[in-house]
């Protein structure tokens, strides 16, 4: 790419469509933000509403509040706006527990419900949850499943009449690669199998057809881009024609046909309900819903390509400045499809890291030698991204990487 001046990037700035989102965030002095698909910035409105809640819902309402507050519904409210953007029905997403936990409940009950089929797919270098949350199940069940983890271009052809279950998540939590989902899940489907995508680096940053791609199954994460806070609920899919086939392994009570009706045995819900277990985090579940209602307010086509934008200006920068220092890109090449983040490789990432954290530009860190940088086109502005190169390339020229305090390892990265 050719050198960029400061009035191209004012002019970008000046025309970009999103710009005004950017005041609903509260956002540190000094700080350029690249960590929002690890831990999503904190949306303005939510500490007044979270005050709320706790003080008026909560503090005034007490007890009361499960009716007078809706905080019964909670779940299915804030899962059918979150459906929303994942382009599925309202009544097939449910807000619950963790990502961990939920793809532990659809690993169960989508493998109970191929029996005879002992083969489960994934990816070697899938997120860590996903590959232990599969191996647990598998134990859990008896151990008769076989986990294969293929490649991610031989997936589709190593998909067999045998398989059970393809669990990937669509966008790669380092490279951001991005898994063509209506092609594997028709490949999956064809040979009579199940797939469950994990949506966690997806939600909030990419338009999603879960019901255009005929999925069966998905979870996903509320803290990354759906800005939801630290520990979010997360949520999962379950496709309507599943639902009265597949039962959650952990029936709770909140998952009952009738949760009041106290009764001594198990009956699960009839629709997605099914799938929550306990009572729901209402707090959390109040903050969730003002990072989901943020995105709802805002085009996800736009927001889509903005993120294309700033990457691609981000990796032309990169390239022209900071190769000469052995920073590699990871993942897509310019031009391809990719999902928000941006990674490089360098054998000093983690200190490199450290030293532009210590200068406000926070990205993150995954081992062995990856510098991730996450792209949230709701509060970041073009200018940001020249920012973080100009220091990115300060760091790397003066070698400022090398001070000792920036190699001490952090027990979180
Ligand atoms: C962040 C992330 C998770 C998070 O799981 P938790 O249960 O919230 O810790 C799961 N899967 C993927 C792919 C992720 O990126």
């Given at each position: 790419?050719?050198?960029?001046?400061s009035?191209?990037?004012?002019?970008?700035?000046?025309?970009?469509?999103?710009?005004?989102?950017?005041?609903?965030?509260?956002?540190?002095?000094?700080?350029?933000?690249?960590?929002?698909?690890?831990?999503?910035?904190?949306?303005?409105?939510?500490?007044?509403?979270?005050?709320?809640?706790?003080?008026?819902?909560?503090?005034?309402?007490?007890?009361?509040?499960?009716?007078?507050?809706?905080?019964?519904?909670?779940?299915?409210?804030?899962?059918a706006?979150?459906?929303?953007?994942?382009?599925?029905?309202?009544?097939?997403?449910?807000?619950?527990?963790?990502?961990?936990?939920?793809?532990?409940?659809?690993?169960?009950?989508?493998?109970?419900?191929?029996?005879?089929?002992?083969?489960?797919?994934?990816?070697?270098?899938?997120?860590?949850?996903?590959?232990?949350?599969?191996?647990?199940?598998?134990?859990?069940?008896?151990?008769?499943?076989?986990?294969?983890?293929?490649?991610?271009?031989?997936?589709?052809?190593?998909?067999?009449?045998?398989?059970?279950?393809?669990?990937?998540?669509?966008?790669?939590?380092?490279?951001?690669?991005?898994?063509?989902?209506?092609?594997?899940?028709?490949?999956?489907?064809?040979?009579?199998?199940?797939?469950?995508?994990d949506?966690?680096?997806?939600?909030?940053?990419?338009?999603l057809?879960?019901?255009?791609?005929?999925?069966?199954?998905?979870v996903?994460?509320?803290?990354?881009?759906?800005?939801?806070?630290p520990?979010a609920?997360?949520?999962l899919?379950?496709?309507?024609r599943?639902?009265?086939?597949?039962?959650?392994?952990?029936?709770?009570?909140?998952?009952?046909a009738?949760?009041?009706?106290?009764?001594?045995?198990?009956?699960?819900?009839?629709?997605?309900?099914?799938?929550?277990?306990?009572?729901?985090?209402?707090v959390?579940?109040?903050a969730?819903?003002?990072?989901?209602?943020?995105?709802?307010?805002?085009?996800?086509?736009?927001?889509?390509?903005?993120?294309?934008?700033?990457?691609?200006?981000?990796?032309?920068?990169?390239?022209m400045?900071?190769?000469?220092?052995?920073?590699?890109?990871?993942?897509?090449?310019?031009?391809?499809?990719?999902?928000?983040?941006?990674?490089?490789?360098?054998?000093?990432?983690y200190?490199?890291?450290?030293?532009?954290?210590?200068?406000g530009?926070?990205?993150?860190?995954?081992?062995?030698?990856?510098m991730?940088?996450?792209?949230?086109?709701?509060?970041?502005?073009?200018?940001?991204i020249?920012?973080?190169?100009?220091?990115?390339?300060?760091?790397?020229?003066?070698?400022?990487?090398?001070?000792?305090?920036?190699?001490?390892?952090?027990?979180?990265?």
């Amino acid at each position: 790419m050719d050198a960029i001046s400061s009035a191209q990037i004012a002019a970008l700035d000046a025309a970009d469509p999103l710009a005004a989102f950017r005041a609903r965030f509260s956002l540190p002095e000094g700080v350029t933000y690249l960590d929002g698909n690890s831990l999503g910035a904190l949306p303005r409105a939510t500490a007044d509403r979270v005050r709320d809640v706790i003080e008026g819902e909560w503090g005034e309402g007490l007890i009361r509040s499960w009716n007078s507050a809706d905080w019964i519904n909670a779940p299915r409210r804030v899962g059918a706006k979150i459906a929303r953007l994942v382009g599925a029905n309202p009544h097939e997403v449910i807000v619950a527990d963790s990502t961990s936990v939920n793809l532990h409940k659809l690993i169960i009950a989508a493998l109970r419900a191929r029996p005879g089929r002992h083969a489960v797919l994934s990816e070697p270098g899938n997120f860590p949850t996903d590959l232990y949350m599969l191996e647990t199940a598998i134990a859990t069940l008896g151990g008769a499943h076989a986990l294969t983890l293929t490649p991610r271009d031989e997936i589709v052809s190593h998909i067999t009449e045998e398989t059970a279950l393809v669990l990937l998540t669509h966008v790669h939590y380092k490279t951001a690669d991005v898994h063509d989902m209506a092609a594997i899940t028709a490949a999956a489907q064809a040979k009579g199998a199940m797939v469950l995508w994990d949506l966690s680096h997806s939600v909030g940053a990419l338009p999603l057809a879960l019901n255009a791609c005929n999925a069966d199954l998905a979870v996903g994460c509320g803290y990354k881009f759906l800005n939801g806070g630290p520990g979010a609920p997360a949520f999962l899919f379950v496709a309507e024609r599943h639902h009265a086939s597949l039962v959650s392994p952990l029936g709770g009570w909140m998952g009952h046909a009738q949760p009041f009706a106290f009764t001594d045995h198990y009956e699960p819900a009839s629709g997605i309900s099914r799938f929550l277990c306990g009572t729901p985090s209402v707090v959390g579940m109040a903050a969730l819903e003002c990072g989901v209602d943020l995105h709802l307010e805002a085009d996800m086509q736009e927001i889509a390509r903005k993120s294309r934008a700033l990457a691609e200006l981000f990796m032309g920068l990169v390239h022209m400045r900071c190769a000469e220092h052995d920073v590699t890109l990871v993942g897509p090449p310019p031009g391809a499809p990719r999902g928000s983040h941006v990674s490089f490789r360098h054998p000093e990432g983690y200190a490199i890291m450290q030293a532009l954290i210590a200068r406000g530009v926070i990205g993150d860190f995954r081992a062995p030698d990856i510098m991730r940088f996450g792209l949230t086109p709701l509060y970041l502005r073009y200018a940001d991204i020249v920012h973080a190169v100009d220091v990115l390339e300060d760091v790397l020229r003066t070698r400022a990487w090398q001070a000792p305090e920036y190699r001490t390892r952090q027990a979180v990265t």
